[in-house]
C-alpha cells in the first residue's frame, strides 16, 4: 500500500489517480532473522561475504559474543549489547550504535550515529562527520583491516576508501571540563582489541590487520602533527585509475617518515578547481572524473613526495604544493571547499 | 493572508535523528545523497512543484535538539513527519514526538503528511502497520496522509508525477487555508471566501487538476 489518510478533503480531485506499485511491493521476501543476530552470549557468530549482499542487518542485546559481518550491508543498528568484538564491513547508508557498553567494533559506513553508550573503542572509517550522542569513554581509530573482497564491498557499498573523517567528531552533549571521547593510541595492534575470528564458520577467511595491507588508508586525522611542514596532493582521473593515490600513500607510509593526515575523494567543477589550485590547467581533467587529495606531513615531504609521484603516477597528471609554506592553504581550500553552509539552532 | 505570495509555502520537515529528513530533501532538490551529514542545525532548500516555491525547513533530529524545533513552528503550512520504517525499536519514541508535535498550539488544524520512509529496506514496516502502531486513525482536528517512500530510490516523494505526495499535500494545504478563512474570517467573510475561492481553483488548475468539473 502506498499512501492513504484522512477521509475528508480532496478525494474528487485526486479520483483518478492510478494505483501504483513501488519495487518493495514487487521485491522477493527474505526473512528478517537471517540479518539478525539477537539474544546471544558468549558465542563467536556472523556472516561471511556474500551472506548478506548488501541488505539491512540488525544485532540486538548480545553479551560476550564476537560478531563479524565479513559482507556490505544497507545500514545496521547495534543496541543494548554488552563486551563484544564487532567487526562490520562497509556499510552504505548509516550504523546506529544504541545503549551499548565495552564494546570494541571496527567498521566502514556513510554516517556513524551512537546514543546512550559507554566505554567503546572504535576502529573507524566514515565518509561524513561522524556524531555521539549522550556516549562517555568512547575511543576512536583508523579503520585498518584487510581481506580478499573487502575492497570490492567498499565499492558495492559506494564508500570511497579515501573519504575517511575517522577522527572529527561531533559531540552533541558536550560535558564541561570533560572529554567523551579520546582517540586509541597510536600504532594500535588491532588484533588485540578484536581478535580474528576463532570459529570454524570464519576458517576460510584471509585477514590482515597491518597497516601495509589495510584496504583503507591509514590517517592520523587530528593526531598531534610531527612536523611543521605540510602539503597537498591531488590525483586526477588518470592516476586514479592507474590506482596512483594507494601505491603513493603506501610507499610513503612505508618508506619514508612522513603521516598521512587525511585523504578525500570529491568532484569538482572546473571553477572549483580553479579556485584550490589557482590555474585553468585541470579544469579538462576534473571533468573526467573524481579528484583525490591527500594532506601529507613531514620534515622533507615535499622532495620526498616529488619522487614518489614520479614512480607511482608513471606520466599521469597530479599536483603538488609548490612549497611547504603554500602547504596549508592549499590543504584548507580542498579540504574545505565544498563545506556546506548550514544553519546554527 | 499574511503569505507574502499564494505561491510560497513554508514546510517544516521534522522526525527523529536518522530518519532521512536531509536526504528527502536533497532527493526533492536533485542533490547527491551519498555524502549527508547528521544534521546540527537546520537546513533550508527552496524547490520547485507545480509552479509552487516550498521553502522546505529541515531541522536536525537528534534528542538533545528537538526543544529547538519549537523555534521553526511560525507560519508552517504544511508538516512533514519522517519515520524510518526500519527501525522498529524506536517506534514508540517517534510516536510520542509526533504525539507532542500534534498538541503544539502553534501547529494547531497543519495538514501533516507522514512519511514512511526507507520501505526499501529488509525490516521495513508497511505504511499502514506504521498508520496503525502512531493511532493515526484518531486525529481528528486536520487533514493527514501517509506514504510509504524511499529517499534513496525516491519512489514515493518523485516530484515528477502530477499527483505526488508533496502535490498531494499542497492540495491539503490549500484546502485548509479555504477552510480557516470561512471560518476566521470575520465580518468580511463573504468577500473572503470569494476571494480565497477564486486563489483555490487557479492553484488547483495549476496541479493540473480540475476541481469545477
Ligand atoms: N536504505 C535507505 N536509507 C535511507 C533512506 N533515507 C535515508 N537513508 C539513510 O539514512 C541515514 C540518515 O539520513 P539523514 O537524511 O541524514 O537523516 P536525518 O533525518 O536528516 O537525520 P538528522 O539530520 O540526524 O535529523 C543516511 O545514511 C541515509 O543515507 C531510505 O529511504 N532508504
Ligand atoms: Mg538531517
Known amino acids: 500500500m502506498g499512501c492513504f489518510g484522512s477521509k475528508y478533503g480532496n478525494e474528487r480531485a485526486l479520483a483518478h489517480e492510478e494505483p501504483k506499485v513501488y519495487s518493495w511491493d514487487r521485491r522477493e521476501r527474505v526473512d528478517p532473522k537471517d540479518y ?99 556516549t562517555t569513554a568512547i575511543r576512536f581509530g583508523c579503520f585498518q583491516y584487510y581481506y580478499k573482497e573487502l575492497k570490492d564491498q567498499f565499492a558495492a557499498a559506494k564508500l570511497s576508501v579515501f573519504s575517511n573523517n575517522w577522527s572529527n567528531i561531533h559531540d552533541f552533549t558536550p560535558v564541561a571540563g570533560e572529554n567523551n571521547w579520546m582517540l586509541i593510541p597510536e600504532n594500535p595492534a588491532v588484533d588485540d582489541y578484536l581478535p580474528r575470528p576463532s570459529s570454524d564458520k570464519f576458517m576460510t577467511m584471509d585477514i590482515s590487520t597491518t597497516i601495509k595491507d589495510s584496504v583503507v588508508p591509514i590517517t592520523t586525522g587530528c593526531r598531534r602533527k610531527l612536523s611543521s611542514n605540510s602539503c597537498l596532493v591531488a590525483f586526477f582521473a588518470d592516476a586514479i585509475a592507474s590506482d596512483a593515490p594507494l601505491k603513493y600513500v603506501k610507499q610513503l607510509q612505508q618508506e619514508t617518515n612522513c603521516t598521512v593526515v587525511q585523504t578525500k575523494q570529491l568532484s569538482m567543477k572546473p571553477e572549483d578547481s580553479m579556485r584550490v589550485f589557482y590555474t585553468e590547467r585541470y579544469n579538462d581533467e576534473v571533468l573526467k572524473g573524481d579528484i583525490i587529495g591527500v594532506e601529507v606531513n613531514g620534515d622533507n615531504v615535499l622532495e620526498l613526495s616529488r619522487q614518489l609521484l614520479e614512480r607511482c603516477c608513471m606520466g599521469n597528471l597530479y599536483y603538488l604544493s609548490d612549497s611547504a609554506s603554500a602547504g596549508n592553504q592549499d590543504i584548507d581550500a580542498f579540504f574545505n571547499f565544498n563545506d556546506v553552509g548550514m544553519g546554527g539552532l | 493572508m499574511k503569505k507574502q505570495s499564494n505561491k510560497d509555502l513554508r514546510i517544516l520537515l521534522l522526525g527523529l535523528d536518522n530518519a532521512g529528513k536531509t536526504t528527502i530533501l536533497k532527493k526533492l532538490a536533485s542533490e547527491d545523497i551519498n555524502h549527508i551529514t ?165 492553484e488547483y488548475s495549476y496541479l493540473g487538476l480540475d476541481l469545477i468539473s
Open chain 1, 36 to 134: 539478525t543476530l539477537q539474544n546471544l552470549s558468549g558465542e563467536t557468530v556472523g556472516r561471511l561475504p556474500g551472506e548478506v549482499k548488501g541488505q539491512q542487518f540488525i544485532i540486538d542485546n548480545c553479551k560476550d559474543c564476537n560478531i563479524y559481518i565479513f559482507d556490505h550491508s544497507a545500514t545496521i543498528t547495534v543496541d543494548d549489547c554488552t563486551n563484544c568484538r564487532i567487526f562490520l564491513g562497509p556499510i552504505q547508508g548509516s550504523v546506529f550504535i544504541r545503549d551499548c557498553t565495552d564494546c570494541q567494533i571496527a567498521l566502514a559506513c556513510q554516517q556513524f550515529r551512537t546514543r546512550d553508550c559507554k566505554k567503546l573503542d572504535i576502529f573507524l572509517h566514515c565518509v561524513t562527520q561522524p556524531i555521539i550522542e549522550a
Open chain 2, 38 to 202: 547528521p544534521t546540527q542545525g537546520f537546513n533550508i532548500k527552496t524547490v520547485q512543484s507545480s509552479g509552487f516555491r516550498l521553502n522546505v525547513w529541515d531541522i536536525g533530529g537528534q534528542r538533545k535538539i528537538r526543544p529547538y524545533w519549537r523555534n521553526y513552528f511560525e507560519n508552517t503550512d504544511v508538516l512533514i513527519y519522517v519515520i524510518d520504517s526500519a527501525d522498529r525499536k524506536r517506534f514508540d519514541e517517534t510516536g510520542e514526538q509526533l504525539g507532542d508535535l500534534l498538541d503544539e498550539d502553534k501547529l494547531a488544524g497543519i495538514p501533516v503528511l507522514v512519511f514512511a520512509n526507507k520501505q526499501d529496506l529488509l525490516s521495513a514496516a508497511s505504511a499502514s502497520e506504521i498508520a496503525e502502531n502512531l493511532n493515526l486513525h484518531k486525529i481528528r482536528d486536520r487533514k493527514w496522509q501517509i506514504q510509504a517512500c524511499s529517499a534513496t530510490t525516491g519512489e514515493g516523494i518523485s516530484v515528477c508525477n502530477k499527483i505526488n505526495p508533496v502535490n498531494r499535500i499542497l492540495l491539503m494545504s490549500i484546502d485548509w487555508r479555504f477552510t480557516s478563512c470561512c471560518v476566521y474570517g470575520g465580518k468580511n467573510v463573504g468577500q473572503l471566501i470569494i476571494r480565497e475561492s477564486m486563489i483555490c481553483i487557479s
